[in-house]
């Protein structure tokens, strides 16, 4: 498919050695704060934002979030609206499409609804698509992994499909540049591992080459040869992981034999997924290194969980000497978590309190998943409001916030509650600009 339009993400990376830009960064949240923390900082950065949305988490059913592809499009513009964030500069993908959502069904079933995904987030507009098909499927072998013609041919068929959607969004949207793709999946599923490791294995020049050769084939068996030129990422495991408890940290000197693959396929770079927590400087290694695409998601809620619980401390001493009926967030946001299990229990185990501090500090931050149920927006919304209604002591902010404290007292940063929220995300995000502008 030819279009006369760019997509800005391939120009970025394809200048990203002697632009600003050495790669690029993806926040993957549908929650409005982070993203009000990731416009903002690119807005004073002036650069690009790109936002992803998960399968399970936006999807032709709503996903856990409720918000269907077109939905969440029109909840990232309104944003960016209210934010004077310029629409040329939000970019929005999707991440892990494939029958991640339905796994449990047999394959002509799970592709099926897959097909349906991967058409909805074209139709919507997002204009970088992740293809995942590596999870099995109810009729797949399950005591062994896909090989790596399987994934590519359901690959191929998901990326036809998605290439017919934006011939017929085209219609409407001629200004709009075709998709560009990213295909493979060497890591775990979205939210980072299950288990707490000392160690990842790091996916081999072999398989590496094996994966981009069986999806060429599948493509060309298509004709998705234009398709294929898109193609500007592989996944790959380049050794980062985190869990509960532990983060394993990039080591360049491990990932170097991988790393040579990018020099026999120029255009081509890594994405890498569970970078979450990584050091700054581990981060820019990455970057220069090739893995140019950062996604990262749990880390920013893990920093607003932050911001909320630093906010609610200050709300605990300021309710000694003002009268005001308290938020009661972290009581409310626990209660929550444990009339609905569903997002957690499998994940955290051990003794009940070794559950309930994983609840609340886990790495894997499963509380993101209940800060959309309305008894927890209103302890949110109840909080914010209590401390801007009296006032937020520049002392408490001081012992709480030191980071924002300082901001405020250059005059960097408002002291309302809400802003001071969104810049303790912003802290996270700073460490992967630092990581992809060469100024950062």
Known sequence: MKTNTQNPISVLLHNRESAREKGIYSCCSANAYVIRAALRRAKAEKTVVLVEATANQVNQNGGYTGMTPKDFRHFLNQIATEEGFPANRLLCGGDHLGPLTWQNLPEMQAMANAEELIRSYVLAGFSKI?????????????????SDAVIARRGARLCQVAEDAFVQYSKDHPEAPAPVYVIGSEVPIPGGAQENEDSVTVTSPEDCEATLEEFRRAFAALGLEDAWSRVIAVVVQPGVEFADESVIEYDRTTAKALMGCLEHHPGLVFEGHSTDYQPKECLREMVEDGIAILKVGPAL????????????QIEHELYGVNDFPCSHFREVLEQVMLEDQSQWAKYYHGSMPQKRYARAFSYSDRARYYLTNLKVVAAVQTLLANLDNVGIPMALLSQYLPVQYARIHSGRLPLRAADILIDRVGDCIDDYLYAVLADG
């Open 130 to 146: 992740h293809i995942d098909t590596s999870m099995r499927v109810a009729d797949d072998a399950q005591d062994q992994r896909l």
């Open 301 to 312: 809620t893990f920093a607003l969980r932050e911001g909320l619980f630093a906010l609610e």
